[in-house]
């Protein structure tokens, strides 16, 4: 009997080493996360880079960026693989980061990369600065997206055209502008307290840009016909110039831009559009969950509350589409049979990491106003929407049917053959032999070997509506990564890593491989 008890108790003790271990295992470390997201935008600063840069393998490039026309457009960001600087995708990174921070500063700076955070939406909102040369001119794209896609160099060896492209009174771009105003104003509450005088320089900028977009009222790739095939703004602009007026209500607290956003708000499609994305592109969803977070200072707003409970009935619909509870054919979000969200072929993970922001903040909303959420068949809690948040998150560091982490460098599997012309080639600290247009494809675009240099923090596009990934350099459609991508997760891997020391059940257990 005595010899039973005890084969019963080394039994029970296996499984719970063993389920102890399995659990571990199942945590991911946010923080190492975290830190390694913010990492990915010194990958992709053009520029002369600063004494700080942590990314070894990259150096300056466009440093005559604007010389053509007689403007200073050195800085910025690359997007993605390529060496274009897009205006709008850029634009939209930059109000991603600002919000990240915006709703999860103490996080962030209790994670110790406050000051990393800034660096990354400064370098944004400084190029932003030079762009926007008066009221009135908004320098929108340097290089050209047709004989950039011809070569396959480092950014330090360019010989591709960088020619700049502006949207002014002639040339109108409403929604760059207005994109463009809501990432200047988004960051000036971001430098309020830090950096004062600079917070009130990107304010100045961000009311000049919205006033101009909407003044001369058009779509930037009618001006700019070459971006069509790259960005091309499918949701017209309406949506931006709301956008843009939110963060300046948000910023300023006047009441004029409050205004455009009731008056506006059924004209526009504020409250009209159901939307089942978020994206640099169609920004109702995001306009939506912010007007919605109006409704916390219910007396302030108490006028206007039947024009945002509209809004807050829209930012619902998107938020039930992605927990699949809209009833209704079409109405709800995909998902892969591995549970992620799939909205697209190509790049699907940016709707992924916008989608996991916006549950996010939204789960602090319901809990700080003792709400839940509205779907069709039921009421949700705050918890359901971060746990679901979570598991779009966890999926993307590593629990899927691949067992792959789709955030470059973190864990122990990831992507090696990153779509991305300065990691796949060896890098110009190492060799500054140059490497011409076509010598790129010729010697390193076609190798089977991983890519020489880590992109450390990029989300890549992911795995297909079967949770399938291929990992080649050529299938961009999956393994190009881009800084829309990686944004919105700055602050909800801030929120994660919190609610897990909040609990105390982050093992931390995930390794870290990757170099700088």
Known sequence: MERKIRKQLQWCLALFFLSTFFNATLAFDYADALTKSLLYFESQRSGRLPHSQRVAWRDHSGLTDGLEQGVDLVGGYYDAGDHVKFGLPMAFTVTMLSWGVIEFRDQIVDAGEFEHALEAIK???????????????????????????YCWQRPEDMTTSRQSHKIDEKHPGSDLAGETAAAMAAASIVFRRSNPHYSHLLL???????????????????????????????????????????????????EEYLKYVIDKADVFGGIGW???????????????????????????????????????????????????????CGTNVDRTP????????????????????????????????????????????HGELLDFAKSQVDYILGSNPMNMSYLVGYGPKYPTRVHHRGASIVSHRENKGFIGCTQGYDNWYSRQEANPNVVVGALVGGPDSRDNFMDQRANYMQTEACTYNTAPLVGVF???????????????????LASY
């Open 204 to 254: 100045h900028h961000a009311q000049q840009l919205l006033e101009f977009g909407d003044k001369y009222r058009g779509k930037y790739d009618d001006s700019i016909g070459m971006v069509k095939g790259y960005y091309a703004s499918v949701s017209g602009y309406m949506d931006e110039l709301l956008w843009g007026a939110m963060w300046l209500y948000k910023a300023t607290d006047k």
């Open 274 to 328: 159901a939307i089942t994305e978020f994206s640099w592109d169609v920004k109702y969803a995001g306009l939506q969950v912010m007007a919605s977070k109006l409704l916390e200072e219910e007396e302030k707003h108490k006028v206007h509350s039947h024009i945002l409970e509209k809004y807050q009935s829209k930012a619902e619909y998107f938020l039930c589409s992605c927990l699949n509870k809209n009833n209704g």
């Open 338 to 381: 591995g549970g992620l969200l799939y909205i697209r072929q190509w790049n699907n993970m940016q709707y992924v990491s916008t989608a996991a922001f916006l549950l996010t903040v939204y789960s602090d909303f319901l809990r700080n106003t003792n709400q839940r959420l509205k779907c069709d068949s039921e009421l949700v809690d």
């Open 494 to 512: 801030a929120k994660l890593l919190y609610v897990q020391d909040q609990k105390g059940d982050g093992n931390n257990s995930q390794p870290s």
């Open 123 to 149: 370098w944004g909102t400084d190029y932003f600065i030079k762009a926007h040369t008066s009221p009135n001119v908004l320098w929108a794209q340097v290089g050209d997206g047709d004989t950039d896609h």
